[in-house]
């Protein structure tokens, strides 16, 4: 699959939104998280300016917001359109991330919600809990 990345736009909000309650509603609802239209939105809002539209063959199929400041960097989000879950894309996409964190030399840090089975994913590729703040667990990986 040829996934390439383009700056996302107030065009996409519509688009992602949906993604969003597509990919997050259940472990929103399974952490005690209101899934509200103002919740997906303030996260979608959230460092917009370092968000990026994943693109399949040109089309939206996902979105990766990496806040990349300082010595410690930020995944906010990553998310990918449902038939794209579980083809591997989003371990190749984080691994592309922490390669950049290393060539920089900086860490990198996540948060993820409790009832999210991308703990997991996230556990093998080297991130730790240093941390649990209200239904999130804090992750770092130091390079």
């Known amino acids: 699959m040829n996934i390439t ?3 996302a736009l107030d065009a ?7 993604l969003r309650r597509t990919t997050m509603d259940a472990h929103l609802s399974a952490s005690g998280t209101p899934a ?21 063959d040109g089309q939206p199929a996902g979105l ?3 806040a990349r400041d300082g010595d410690c960097w930020e995944l906010i989000q990553i998310q990918l359109a449902p038939p794209l879950q579980g083809h ?3 371990r190749r996409l984080i691994e592309q991330v922490i390669a950049e964190a290393r060539a920089a030399q900086v860490a ?8 999210n089975p991308a703990r997991k994913l996230y556990e093998r590729l080297g ?5 649990i703040e209200g239904n999130q667990y804090r992750m ?4």
């Open 88 to 90: 591997g894309i989003g």
């Open 127 to 131: 991130f730790a809990v240093t941390g």
């Open 36 to 56: 509200t239209e103002a919740n997906h939105m303030e996260r979608l809002r959230k460092r917009f300016d370092c968000a990026e539209v994943l693109l399949l």
């Open 108 to 115: 990198l840090e996540l948060s993820v919600l409790t009832a």
């Open 64 to 66: 990766l917001k990496v």
């Open 5 to 7: 990345t383009r700056p």
């Open 12 to 18: 996409d909000i519509p688009w992602l939104l949906q």
């Open 140 to 143: 770092r990986l130091d390079v």
